[in-house]
């Protein structure tokens, strides 16, 4: 059974820290990793992807894969109020479906 | 560039009862997959679609069933619907099933009563 754990939070930072949200995977064969962000009552809109060990960045995120450890997290600077959501870890190999966590909440507080 | 559209937004439906869920995928995209997300809870995968066929599906009972249409829209068929099919349902599409970015619709609310 492949699965995506993340810590279901919530994860409370204080406005303008950085936020750090942690997702571990069992299949090591997976190769493509992704960060989704839902809003309460939404669907969830992509953030980011991450293919290669290392660190990835994008504006105020960035996503850190180490396959070794089967670990993935996704950093975010200055965190905002509107940063508030639930935010998914997803993992797949090509031509399979993605498979998610159950999400960490995060709570951005002003 | 329109994204992924489904309709209906929200509906309730009686134990028992048959639903329908439409998808239609955002311009360019071949591949549908539909996932449920009960609350609290990370989606989960039921199947997809590719070249009008079922290529995956997740671990779902028969009562779930699907289409592809020639133009790459979707639906998604619940039959026998139990209290537990109460969901959000999500369709996302992507170019070909490769499994990379995938995007998703706004979902459809589904409440059995």
Redesign the interface.
Known sequence: QKEVEQNSGPLSVPEGAIASLNCTYSDRGSQSFFWYRQYSGKSPELIMFIYSNGDKEDGRFTAQLNKASQYVSLLIRDSQPSDSATYLCAVTNPGTALIFGKGTTLSVSS | DAGVTQSPTHLIKTRGQQVTLRCSPKSGHDTV?W?QQAL??????IF?YYEEEER?R?NFPDRFSGHQFPNYSSELNVNALLLGDSA?Y?C?SSPG???????????SWLTVV
């Open positions: 997959s996932y609290g809870q990370g989606p989960q995968f997809q995956q997740g959000l999500l996302a099933t490769a499994g990379n970015t995938i995007y998703f619709g706004e979902g």
